[in-house]
T-cell receptor, first 111, second 114 residues
Framework: DQQVKQNSPSLSVQEGRISILNCDYT??????FLWYKKYPAEGPTFLIS?????DKNEDGRFTVFLNKSAKHLSLHIVPSQPGDSAVYFC??????????FGAGTRLTVKP | EAQVTQNPRYLITVTGKKLTVTCSQN?????MSWYRQDPGLGLRQIYY???????DKGDVPEGYKVSRKEKRNFPLILESPSPNQTSLYFC?????????????FGSGTRLTVV
């Protein structure tokens, strides 16, 4: 039973445009959400997070939006760059170190 | 450099031959965890440890063992590997606190069991 779902296995966007990666969760106890980025042959690296008391968190080109009523979060990358091409994992936690991860979305940014 | 080090990076073994994947972190993190990554399933937790001598099962612990005798090390043991344990394995660590902190992951171990 996957509590965190990323329904789009892949996404392709043009350089300079916006990338929107989506994530849905089912467990209402989750109150902290994170995005990780993974390049081939490397481990995932932490990208950005958001607490459930917020609906938006911004860090440079990356913004995460949280809609608690819909149990949905999204990662926006603006503008997208070829170096952003990677697999992005959504993760959720119920306030401890234990996290549940989605299946990942492979983003390809075309020059 | 702060890091999580896993060894080996690649391993091919035969069914039933015991193996250990090592994991070491140099950040004095209390929390360590093992995940496996499989296509379409994302990262699934195998075991985790909140501190020395404290370990607990994750979502997919069958066929695996762990130990946490020292804070920096968290080896993953496969006593009798089977082909369904062919996967990409990641070790992760983090500090603990009132909010979950981002994990630091190792570079991964690709295991093939034939």
């Amino acid at each position: 039973d996957q509590q965190v779902k990323q329904n789009s296995p892949s996404l392709s966007v043009q350089e300079g445009r916006i990338s929107i990666l989506n994530c849905d969760y089912t467990n209402s106890m989750f109150d902290y959400f994170l995005w990780y980025k993974k390049y081939p042959a490397e481990g995932p690296t932490f990208l950005i997070s958001i607490s459930s008391i917020k609906d938006k968190n911004e860090d440079g080109r990356f913004t995460v939006f949280l809609n608690k009523s819909a149990k949905h979060l999204s990662l926006h990358i603006v503008p997208s760059q070829p170096g952003d091409s990677a697999v992005y994992f959504c993760a959720a936690s119920a306030g401890n170190n234990d996290m549940r991860f989605g299946a990942g979305t492979r983003l390809t940014v075309k020059p | 450099e702060a890091q999580v080090t896993q060894n080996p990076r690649y391993l091919i073994t035969v069914t039933g031959k015991k193996l250990t994947v090592t994991c070491s972190q140099n950040m004095n993190h209390e929390y360590m965890s093992w995940y496996r990554q499989d296509p379409g399933l994302g990262l699934r937790q195998i075991y985790y440890s909140m501190n020395v001598e404290v370990t607990d099962k994750g979502d997919v612990p069958e066929g695996y063992k762990v130990s946490r005798k020292e804070k920096r090390n968290f080896p993953l043991i496969l006593e009798s590997p089977s082909p369904n344990q062919t996967s990409l394995y990641f070790c992760a660590s983090s500090t603990t606190g009132t909010e979950p902190y981002g994990y630091t992951f190792g570079s991964g171990t690709r295991l093939t069991v034939v």
